[in-house]
């Protein structure tokens, strides 16, 4: 599970990226826009830390961490962009 871990490490830098650039600019206008994408993404990140996790109790769960994992990268990877 090297590599999802890597990945989760990777997508967390790029939420924290995006939480800082709202932050940064505080306008409410802005902020309001994207609060669903962030809470999303935030969503995304931790349930996928808690199944990479779980990774740990039962070797079943890595196929279902991995097809997770690989399905929210893009989507978080996107939001982060707008």
């Not at 967390?12 to 993404?41: G, N």
């Not at 199944?51 to 961490?65: E, G, Y």
């Amino acid at each position: 599970m090297t590599a999802e871990k890597a990945t989760l490490d990777e997508l967390t830098v790029v939420f924290r990226k995006a939480a800082e650039s709202l932050k940064a600019e505080p306008i409410r206008d802005r902020v309001d826009y994207y609060a669903c994408d962030l809470v999303d993404m935030a969503v995304w990140l931790v349930c996928s830390w808690l199944l990479l996790r779980d990774t740990n109790l039962l070797d079943s769960k890595k196929d279902v961490a991995r097809a997770y994992i690989a399905s929210i990268a893009p989507r978080l990877r996107a939001s982060a962009r707008s």
